[in-house]
């Protein structure tokens, strides 16, 4: 078994898609539409769908906003080089909301942005991904 995606609800679908592909450099995998159910969906990843684990932008006609409620927490993304990353999602327009450096009672380097909707993504710089705090 693996884990295949995380689903965010969107506000506006084409700006979201823009955010995860240009800023954060993700490739969006497919969209498609349920004019039915009045939903619409597009993936976006660093990899295919076959072989990684994606996001599901889910944009709910009609609907603008979101609270992104106290439960999520974020998604994380590894980064080759964390304080390079966050100067160019600065640079590409992108909100860093917590300036690269060590967590809070450890060493593994961190980041933090957020996203249009105002979901939070943490960056951790490579050689950290995966040691916890890093003590």
């Known amino acids: 078994m693996r884990i295949l995606h995380t689903m965010l609800r969107v506000g506006d679908l084409q ?4 955010f995860y592909t240009r800023i954060l450099g ?9 004019p039915e159910y009045k939903y619409s969906l597009a993936f976006v ?3 295919e769908e076959t072989d990684s684990t994606v996001i599901e932008l889910t944009y ?16 994380a993304i590894e980064a080759e080089d ?3 990353t966050c ?21 593994t380097v961190i980041a933090f942005v957020q996203d249009p909707d105002g979901y939070k993504i943490e960056l ?8 916890g705090l890093g003590n």
Do not use: C
Not at 69 to 74: L, S
């Open 45 to 47: 990843g660093y990899g």
């Open 87 to 107: 100067d160019a999602i600065r640079a590409a327009g992108g909100v860093v909301t917590r300036e690269p450096g060590p967590v809070k009672g450890g060493t």
């Open 124 to 131: 951790i710089n490579k050689k950290d991904a995966g040691k």
């Open 60 to 75: 709910n006609w009609g609907v603008e906003q979101y609270e992104p409620g106290t439960a999520f927490g974020h998604i």
């Open 82 to 84: 964390i304080y390079a």
């Open 26 to 34: 993700m490739k969006l995998l497919r969209t498609s539409e349920n």
């Open 15 to 18: 700006r979201s898609i823009d």
